[in-house]
């Protein structure tokens, strides 16, 4: 199994700043994915980091607004740019544990409001 | 459009009845379909994994089905318990055994003593 860490476990930031989230892993993993969950919604994937290459975005999130960083096989950041309120959710990072296996790990999450 | 349903509205029951939860999809092929469960200010935790050639998964008290004819997937407690208590989601992956998930919405269960 993989623990992750992540933090800060939540924020209230001004809009207009920005906000990086850290996700690190206790194993070497070759991909890593942040997930966004709006108030009483289901998960939303936002992207999916490499390391070495630039991350895939899914429809809808941008790299602009979702700068992600993938230094190493073990951490990951994703910044989340010139907040609105719209971006107050909580921010997931996970990873799949053994290749094929489906089955996926999560971290405790980001709460970030803002205001 | 791809789209994974589960039951929208929460599910509440009494301790020691069995809890069943939907899950549909449309527009997908899956490899396999997962559950897991998040409680209030945590990430979700994996429960089961039920692949496209099985038609049920059991894990102590936890049985999965997966029909791909009907596009579905059921997920049982069974002798439901207060803790059971929980938000349930599935996910499939998001085309042919990738890595990457989909979620659907959601269920919640209340047990009830």
């Known amino acids: 199994s993989a623990v992750i860490s992540q933090k800060p476990s939540r924020d209230i930031c001004q809009r207009g700043t920005s906000l990086t989230i850290q996700c690190q892993v206790d194993?070497?993993?070759?991909?890593m994915f942040w997930y966004r969950q709006q108030p009483g919604q289901s998960l939303t994937l936002i992207a999916t980091?490499?390391?070495?290459?630039?991350?895939t975005y899914e429809s809808g999130f941008v790299i602009d607004k979702f700068p992600i960083s993938r230094p190493n096989l073990t951490f990951s950041t994703l910044t989340v740019s010139n907040m609105s309120p719209e971006d107050s959710s909580i921010y997931l990072c996970?990873?799949?544990w053994g290749t094929g296996s489906g089955e996926a790990f999560f971290g405790q999450g980001t709460r970030l409001t803002v205001v | 459009s791809q789209k994974i349903e589960q039951n929208s509205e929460a599910l509440n029951i009494q301790e020691g009845k069995t809890a069943t939860l939907t899950c549909n999809y449309t527009?997908?092929?899956?490899?396999?379909l997962q559950w897991y469960r998040q409680d209030p200010g945590r990430g979700p935790v994996f429960l089961l994994l039920?692949?496209?050639?099985?038609k049920e998964k059991r894990k102590e008290r936890l049985k999965v089905t997966f029909d791909t004819t009907l596009k579905q997937s059921l997920f049982h407690i069974t002798a439901s318990q207060p803790a059971d208590s929980a938000t349930y989601l599935c996910?499939?992956?998001?085309?042919?055994?990738?890595?990457?998930?989909?979620f659907g919405t959601g269920t919640r269960l209340q047990v009830f003593p």
């Open positions: 996910a499939l992956d998001a085309s042919y055994n990738t890595d990457k998930l989909i």
């Open positions: 996970s990873v799949e």
């Open positions: 194993s070497q993993v070759t991909m």
């Open positions: 527009n997908y092929s899956p490899a396999y």
């Open positions: 039920i692949r496209e050639n099985e």
């Open positions: 980091a490499n390391q070495g290459s630039e991350a």
